[in-house]
């Protein structure tokens, strides 16, 4: 599968449990829309991944990406310690300047 550089690294910053590597892939500015709740910036982004990754162990394996230099959707399978694990959830991506600007999980 052809993923762009910063799935590539959001993917093993995921699974490496690197939450700060995780927030790097995002723009200053970036959102992200999780579970019903808006985090804004590098800092608000790192906190919340480090709190869903000591609550869910989550790790997540790329399915499918279709897209481009701008705009992307990357289905991916999630495992981790939840109900129902593993599912398949849907990222849909903005990119700005080879980083993630908006981020939205279903």
């Not at 970036?30 to 480090?50: M, P, Q, R």
């Amino acid at each position: 599968m052809n993923l762009p550089e910063v799935i590539k690294e959001l993917v093993n910053a995921q699974n490496d449990f690197n939450s700060t590597d995780f927030a790097n892939c995002f723009s200053e500015t970036a959102k992200v829309f999780d579970e019903g709740k808006n985090y804004t910036g590098k800092s608000e982004i790192k906190t919340w991944i480090e709190k869903a990754t000591k609550e869910y162990n989550s790790v997540m394996k790329p399915i499918v990406f279709e897209g481009n230099t701008e705009q992307g959707s990357l289905k991916t399978e999630v495992s981790g310690t939840f109900p129902g694990s593993p599912i398949v959830l849907t990222y849909n991506l903005k990119f700005e300047d080879g980083r993630i600007q908006s981020l939205k999980i279903d």
